[in-house]
């Protein structure tokens, strides 16, 4: 039997009100986003709450994640959320928690949107990069202009005390033209309880900004390590995920992020028009590979997962390339996100971030097995 879904990634809106330069929807191969409609209607979320409530009754599921997404999903409107949030909350059986979030950029974030937020029990993630200068780089409008003071309004909204509940975390993507430290900081300063850096969408065929694939250099992992050190040395505020789930994986604890790690969990988005899709981040590799030919209203999350592009994504050591089954690291790597491995037509690769990924667990395994040594060493004396 296939791995159940977990989470399901639901696009209410196809458009945004940013344009982003390193967009996996908007600026990469994948064009597929211009035939969508705008809004999915409510027929489609009507047909999406049936499939989560079928999937989550037949594979007796304790918890399901449905994030909604865009495009930018604020743009779908107050009335298209709630209804959504309302009626997959109806549909799903007694003995299924769903967890409701949404992923935004901010700028349409206003106190009633996150009233209506707080009774629907929908958190709230959002989209930044840093600072202003950091930031506004990749995050702009588009007639040029820099997002981050909008952000930063919709920011300090959340954080307000009423509101600060809803608020689930950062999501930051890695440029390494920004001092990384420094985004750090400019991060933590809103008390996000959590940031996710993500590494930019790249392959071997369309390498990511400063990555030769063929050289053995790690210009991300050298990025993220000074962050790696700062965080770990100071006491815990903020969950960093990358970094919190490469420990848990090094002492036997499973990974929370897709990014590292062997057992994932199985996600599925669903388009506006209702299609069926893989995950978004395979929109970077060629035209409609992130597609299925599978649609809501004719298929189950079932038949979804035995599609042999998305059966192949979680089939665990034994879908990775030769090399990787054979690396040390492998149950801590997992081989790196599936769209990191493309080459040509072909997912059997290691992910174009070996050697980033190889140095941080790396860094991260001495660093962490070290203070657990020492913390034995005093409890044996302590007890001797």
Same mark, same amino acid.
């Given at each position: ?10 696009? $209410? ?18 064009? &597929? ?6 809004? %999915? &209607? ?25 994030? $909604? ?52 029990? $929908? ?57 990384? $430290? ?64 490469? %420990? ?88 790196? %996100? ?47």
């Amino acid at each position: 039997m296939t791995t159940p879904a977990r989470q399901l990634v639901l696009k $209410l809106h196809s458009r945004c009100n940013l344009s982003c330069t390193y967009c996996y929807v908007y600026e990469h191969n994948d064009q &597929s986003w211009r035939r969508q409609p705008r809004t %999915m &209607s409510h027929q489609t979320v009507d047909l999406v709450a049936r499939r989560i409530a079928e999937h989550a009754g037949e594979r007796r599921l304790p918890r399901f994640t449905v994030t $909604l997404h865009g495009g930018e999903p604020l743009m779908a409107g107050a009335e298209l959320i709630e209804y959504t949030v309302t009626t997959i909350a109806a549909a799903v059986p007694p003995e299924t928690r769903v967890d409701f979030t949404i992923q935004t950029n901010g700028i349409l974030l206003t106190a009633d949107l996150l009233e209506l937020f707080d009774r629907l029990g $929908l958190r709230v993630g959002v989209s930044l990069d840093g600072g202003r200068v950091a930031n506004d780089r990749h995050r702009r409008f588009s007639n040029g202009g820099g997002s981050y003071d909008k952000v930063r309004e919709a920011l300090t909204l959340i954080r307000q005390e009423r509101f600060a509940h809803l608020f689930s975390g950062l999501l930051c993507v890695v440029d390494l033209r920004n001092d990384p $430290l420094d985004v750090y900081r400019d991060l933590v300063a809103f008390a996000p309880p959590r940031i996710d850096f993500l590494l930019p969408h790249g392959n071997w065929t369309t390498p990511p900004p400063g990555k030769e694939p063929a050289s053995p250099s790690t210009p991300y992992a050298d990025w993220l390590i000074p962050i790696f050190d700062l965080w770990y040395a100071e006491p815990q505020t903020v969950d960093i995920r990358l970094f919190s789930s490469i %420990m848990a994986l090094l002492v036997g604890e499973p990974s929370r992020t897709e990014a590292v790690g062997l057992k994932r969990s199985a996600a599925l988005v669903v388009e506006t028009d209702g299609s069926i899709e893989q995950v978004d981040s395979l929109k970077t590799t060629a035209p409609d590979m992130a597609a299925t030919g599978f649609d809501i209203d004719t298929h189950t999350f079932d038949q979804a997962l035995a599609h042999p592009a998305i059966e192949a994504q979680y089939r665990g050591l034994s879908g990775l390339a030769p090399g990787c089954q054979r690396c040390p690291i492998v149950s801590v790597c997992g081989g790196g %996100m599936y769209a990191h491995r493309y080459r040509d037509g072909d997912f059997l690769n290691p992910t174009v971030f070996c050697a980033d990924q190889l140095k941080l667990i790396q860094h991260i395994r001495r660093r962490l097995f070290a203070d657990l040594e020492a913390l034995r060493g005093s409890t044996a004396t302590t007890a001797g």
